[in-house]
């Protein structure tokens, strides 16, 4: 049986925005209702804001020992200058509410959101980029004491995508997902985030005694014959760029769903296929230990921890056989050697999709209208696998009469 590391994490995730409900004063709450329809709305999402302690219950019912959740800048600044004491107060009161019920906080800064009023200012490329988000950054410290880990920045390599999806672009993911053609992150955003990275990653360390990193979407890129060069180079630009940055960081964040194949046009939309996930990806559980291979070799051996994995499925059973493979994948990583701390579940609920309520996450599903929790059995098979430190994931599901 695989050795893990003392104190290793299990747990899942969930961000603000996707969560929390009511995110005013963000960017993300702009667009969308400007959108015209084109994304549905965030509204009041799944109420976290009000009911984070009963998610957290759940998860620790289960036999969970961590939690990923952030801070809302938009909250906390809602205005540039103002610092909300009662949000800060707010998030102080989650991380206790996380060490009380024996739930490991880890804390994310940053989660795609900011808020309107730093967008409209020029957002991370403005002059003044990395000083707004450094005096957020020292506004947050204060109240994580006891917090052991903090990421910085969620998925700097698709926040140097976003603002860079055409019209086009959405729209035809609107009429077919799988035929989606992602744009390239662009390398001067990516080196911008590194630097703002490194800057609050200081003075996170300079405050508190937290470990810090940032964590970074893994897209497992394979070439097809012949087009090893272009490989190279989208992994550069897609990942590597923000892998190389992680190197003097305390552990890099991996996040991994699904593996794609590189053309000679570049990275290959995922072909139709009925084992599709309802983001539109294909179903590869193996992403998740090419992914932290990869991370593990280019930082050149940075402690790792999955901040997320999952699948986006409307069947329970198929979630669980998705995770119980991305785990052996995992394992079999740390049993060759990969230091890996621990293993966080995307999603804890079904959350807001950035501009979709479908693709459905959960370990939790919550009914939109009365927000009532609903444990699905994913959540009760993964507490076991927590609870047995892995030992279960080799059960035979009938026979635990699980599906
Ligand atoms: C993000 C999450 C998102 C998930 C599934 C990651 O890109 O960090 O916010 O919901 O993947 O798409």
Redesign the pocket.
């Known amino acids: 049986m695989t050795a893990l590391p003392s104190g290793f994490l299990w747990g899942a995730a969930t ?1 603000p925005h ?1 969560t929390e409900g009511n995110n005013l004063a963000s960017d993300w709450w702009t667009n969308e209702h400007r959108s015209q329809g084109r994304l549905q709305l965030s509204g009041d999402a799944d109420d976290s804001y009000h009911r984070y302690a009963e998610d957290m219950e759940l998860l620790a019912r289960a036999g969970l020992n961590a939690y990923r959740f952030g801070v809302e800048w938009a909250r906390i600044e809602p205005v540039e200058g103002h610092v909300s004491r009662a949000a800060l107060a707010h998030y102080r009161r989650m991380i206790d509410t996380a060490l009380h019920l024996g739930l490991t906080p880890v804390v994310t800064l940053h ?2 959101t900011v808020p309107q009023w730093f967008a409209a200012a020029g957002g991370w490329m403005s002059d003044d980029g990395p000083r707004l988000f450094t005096r957020f950054v020292e506004q947050v410290t204060p109240i994580l004491g006891g917090v052991e880990w903090v990421c910085t920045i ?2 700097p390599n ?1 926040l140097a995508l976003m603002g860079h999806f055409t019209q086009d672009a959405l729209e035809a993911a609107e009429r077919d997902l799988s035929a989606v053609v992602m744009p390239t992150p662009d390398a001067a955003i990516g080196r911008r985030l590194a630097e703002i990275h490194h800057e609050a990653a200081a003075v996170v360390r300079a405050r508190t005694s937290a470990k810090v990193g940032w ?1 970074v ?1 893994s897209q497992a890129l394979t070439p097809t014959p012949g087009n090893e060069a272009k490989h190279a180079e989208l992994q550069y630009l897609w990942e590597d760029l923000y892998l190389e940055a992680a190197r003097d960081d305390d552990f890099v964040g991996v ?1 991994a ?1 699904t593996s794609q194949a590189v053309g000679p046009e570049g990275v290959i939309p995922h072909p139709p296929h009925p084992d599709n996930t309802l ?1 539109g990806w294909a179903y590869r559980p193996d992403a998740l230990g090419m992914a932290v291979r990869h991370a593990w070799d280019v930082t050149g051996g940075v402690p790792v921890l999955v901040t ?1 994995n999952g699948i ?1 499925t409307a069947d329970d059973p198929r979630r669980i056989a998705y995770t119980r493979d991305a785990l052996r994948g995992l394992l079999a990583a740390i049993d060759d050697g990969v230091d890996v701390r621990g293993y966080l579940h ?2 804890a609920l079904d ?1 807001y ?2 501009g979709r309520w479908e ?1 459905t ?1 959960g370990l939790v599903a919550v009914d939109r209208e009365t927000f009532e929790r609903r444990p699905k059995p994913s959540l009760a098979w993964l507490g076991d696998v927590a609870r047995t430190a892995g030992a279960a994931l080799d059960d035979n599901p009938s026979a635990a009469g699980r599906p």
């Open positions: 961000s996707q989660h795609f969620n998925e698709i964590t979407a996040q769903y983001a997320e986006a995307w999603s959350n999709e950035w693709p996450f």
